[in-house]
């Protein structure tokens, strides 16, 4: 017999007893793989996508990702991450999660993730990790992706637990924070912290608006609450061209936000929302100055986010801007949001302004519905509420109605405020201001007004102001038509 048989019959005992003892002994786990990657953002990239490709073997139970790099000069790197399934622009199937410049590492796996990522089978094949600079310095950025692969067996499949869709049946004026933020993206809070806020603050519907990720739309059932409607939602975020709310959204719906003016998809992207029965609200549209001005074509959206958090300059240009459009026939939904990042008692608070709406339910389908046709209007707390109301003849129409007009007839508008402690309340259609009032000193105000039949507005609406001129509540419009002959 030769040295080399008898050498290999040995070792076939060996591994034979071997095979014997693993019967008994358990297998000690497979080490963590670490995967290393880097590379330079020159000065000159802003706003560009750079896709890092990751090999990712079979077996691998779950993804970590840590994202290093230097700070200095306020350079900013944004993260996200695609897995086989797809990543280009336009295509979501592989979405695994996002969360811009708010974490700087992050796992995956089948049965949890780190918020705003999505727990799911950690397929083999390459992933995608997607770095986007939204500032830089003037030397660039440089960075490093340490990626580490830990093996093991699948476990039991993540189950998304979605927020009903029906909170209640009873019509109603219903009370709601339109834009939010929790860790899911740069916000501060829990989402159990966020939903106790609400409902302190007295919300009766928040929707959820984390950045580019709908990973907290697929948990918002695990908080949900007696008579709080838990909306999902998408603050889709374009840093270089600004920001829109998708409102409205089934929980498994995502919206893609890595597209610029010139490719002219912006109504290939809204048309999704619209699909679902949501609604596209263009976001603080002149915040800051410097940044997310907004870019994309008005024609395509519901509505505008015209007051963001406290009232401002840029809330001011908001309003004018969104008049102006009212004045060129553009029958665009004014909103009121909180932009809530951190919680009370900061300024940026859950509920301050907020958006009162008048819908047959306290459901998604019923909220949607009385944003789509405008009966809408916007306060600076829980404490102030407002009818506003016109008259023509036998006719009625309230906030986001329309008022059908015989010739010959005058308009009757009357405004009953409450919860307003000073100020002055103004009326206005196309052409300014056409009727003011003090709020009373003390106890509700109720205000009459009269327009002549000639020249009558084509809309009215609105406004209450404190005496140093910030806003308290703003109404959507009454349109006013001439009644058919």
């Given at each position: 017999m030769s040295a080399r048989i008898k050498t290999w019959q040995q070792r076939a005992g060996w591994w034979s007893l071997l095979g014997l003892l693993a019967l008994a002994v358990p297998v000690a786990a497979q080490a963590p793989v670490e995967v290393v990657r880097q590379g330079h953002v020159p000065a000159d990239s802003l706003y560009r996508l750079f896709y890092v490709p990751i090999e990712v073997p079979a077996g691998t139970a779950e993804i970590r990702v840590r994202e290093d790099y230097d700070h200095a000069g306020g350079g900013v790197l944004n993260m996200g991450i695609y897995d086989p399934a797809g990543y280009q622009p336009g295509?979501?199937?592989?979405?695994?999660?996002?969360?811009g410049g708010a974490k700087t590492a992050f796992f995956i796996n089948g049965q949890a993730a780190s918020t705003g990522y999505v727990p799911g089978p950690v397929e083999a094949g390459t992933w995608r990790v997607l770095l986007y600079p939204s500032t830089i310095a003037p030397a660039g950025i440089d960075w490093k992706l340490t990626v580490t692969l830990v093996p093991g067996a699948a476990g039991p499949a993540f189950r998304p637990t979605?927020?009903?869709?029906?909170a209640n049946t009873r019509p109603g004026w219903y009370q709601g924070d339109l834009h939010l933020h929790t860790l899911h993206s740069d916000g501060r809070r829990t989402p159990q912290e966020l939903t106790d806020e609400a409902v302190a603050q007295g919300l009766d519907f928040l929707v959820s608006t984390e950045h580019n990720t709908n990973s907290a739309n697929l948990s918002w059932g695990a908080y949900a609450r007696p008579n709080l409607l838990l909306i999902n939602g998408e603050e889709v975020t374009t840093t270089a061209f600004g920001h829109w709310n998708a409102l409205g959204l089934d929980y498994t719906t995502l919206i893609d936000w890595r597209y610029a003016p010139r490719d002219s998809s912006i109504a290939r992207y809204v048309a999704q929302v619209h699909a679902v029965g949501g609604l596209a609200i263009i976001n603080h549209p002149f915040f800051p100055d410097t940044i997310n001005r907004f870019r994309f074509g008005v024609r395509h959206?519901?509505?505008?986010?015209?007051?963001?958090?406290?009232?401002?300059?840029?809330?001011?240009?908001?309003?004018?801007?969104?008049?102006?459009?009212?004045?060129?026939?553009?029958?665009?939904?004014?909103?009121?949001?909180?932009?809530?990042?951190?919680a009370a008692p900061s300024p940026n608070q859950l509920g301050r302004p907020r958006t009162v709406v008048r819908a047959g339910s306290l459901s998604r389908a019923g909220i949607m519905q009385g944003l789509r046709r405008g009966r809408a209007y916007l306060v600076a707390d829980r404490s102030i509420g407002l009818t506003l109301t016109a008259r023509a003849g036998s006719h009625t129409a309230g906030i986001g109605d329309t008022l059908a007009v015989a010739a010959g007839h005058a308009v009757r508008v009357v405004l009953e405020l409450r919860g307003a402690a000073a100020g002055t309340v103004t009326l206005h259609g196309e052409g300014g201001v056409l009727a003011r009032g003090p709020v009373a000193a003390s106890g509700p105000t109720a205000l009459h007004w009269q327009l002549p039949a000639a020249g009558l507005p084509r809309y009215l609406r609105a406004e209450v102001r404190t005496p140093a001129g910030a806003m308290l509540a703003l109404t959507n419009p009454i349109w006013v038509l001439p009644a058919p002959r």
């Amino acid at each position: 017999m030769s040295a080399r048989i008898k050498t290999w019959q040995q070792r076939a005992g060996w591994w034979s007893l071997l095979g014997l003892l693993a019967l008994a002994v358990p297998v000690a786990a497979q080490a963590p793989v670490e995967v290393v990657r880097q590379g330079h953002v020159p000065a000159d990239s802003l706003y560009r996508l750079f896709y890092v490709p990751i090999e990712v073997p079979a077996g691998t139970a779950e993804i970590r990702v840590r994202e290093d790099y230097d700070h200095a000069g306020g350079g900013v790197l944004n993260m996200g991450i695609y897995d086989p399934a797809g990543y280009q622009p336009g295509t979501l199937a592989g979405f695994r999660g996002w969360s811009g410049g708010a974490k700087t590492a992050f796992f995956i796996n089948g049965q949890a993730a780190s918020t705003g990522y999505v727990p799911g089978p950690v397929e083999a094949g390459t992933w995608r990790v997607l770095l986007y600079p939204s500032t830089i310095a003037p030397a660039g950025i440089d960075w490093k992706l340490t990626v580490t692969l830990v093996p093991g067996a699948a476990g039991p499949a993540f189950r998304p637990t979605p927020a009903p869709a029906v909170a209640n049946t009873r019509p109603g004026w219903y009370q709601g924070d339109l834009h939010l933020h929790t860790l899911h993206s740069d916000g501060r809070r829990t989402p159990q912290e966020l939903t106790d806020e609400a409902v302190a603050q007295g919300l009766d519907f928040l929707v959820s608006t984390e950045h580019n990720t709908n990973s907290a739309n697929l948990s918002w059932g695990a908080y949900a609450r007696p008579n709080l409607l838990l909306i999902n939602g998408e603050e889709v975020t374009t840093t270089a061209f600004g920001h829109w709310n998708a409102l409205g959204l089934d929980y498994t719906t995502l919206i893609d936000w890595r597209y610029a003016p010139r490719d002219s998809s912006i109504a290939r992207y809204v048309a999704q929302v619209h699909a679902v029965g949501g609604l596209a609200i263009i976001n603080h549209p002149f915040f800051p100055d410097t940044i997310n001005r907004f870019r994309f074509g008005v024609r395509h959206f519901d509505g505008i986010e015209v007051w963001n958090g406290r009232w401002d300059a840029r809330n001011e240009h908001a309003l004018a801007w969104w008049d102006a459009l009212l004045r060129q026939g553009h029958s665009l939904l004014a909103v009121a949001a909180s932009d809530t990042h951190t919680a009370a008692p900061s300024p940026n608070q859950l509920g301050r302004p907020r958006t009162v709406v008048r819908a047959g339910s306290l459901s998604r389908a019923g909220i949607m519905q009385g944003l789509r046709r405008g009966r809408a209007y916007l306060v600076a707390d829980r404490s102030i509420g407002l009818t506003l109301t016109a008259r023509a003849g036998s006719h009625t129409a309230g906030i986001g109605d329309t008022l059908a007009v015989a010739a010959g007839h005058a308009v009757r508008v009357v405004l009953e405020l409450r919860g307003a402690a000073a100020g002055t309340v103004t009326l206005h259609g196309e052409g300014g201001v056409l009727a003011r009032g003090p709020v009373a000193a003390s106890g509700p105000t109720a205000l009459h007004w009269q327009l002549p039949a000639a020249g009558l507005p084509r809309y009215l609406r609105a406004e209450v102001r404190t005496p140093a001129g910030a806003m308290l509540a703003l109404t959507n419009p009454i349109w006013v038509l001439p009644a058919p002959r």
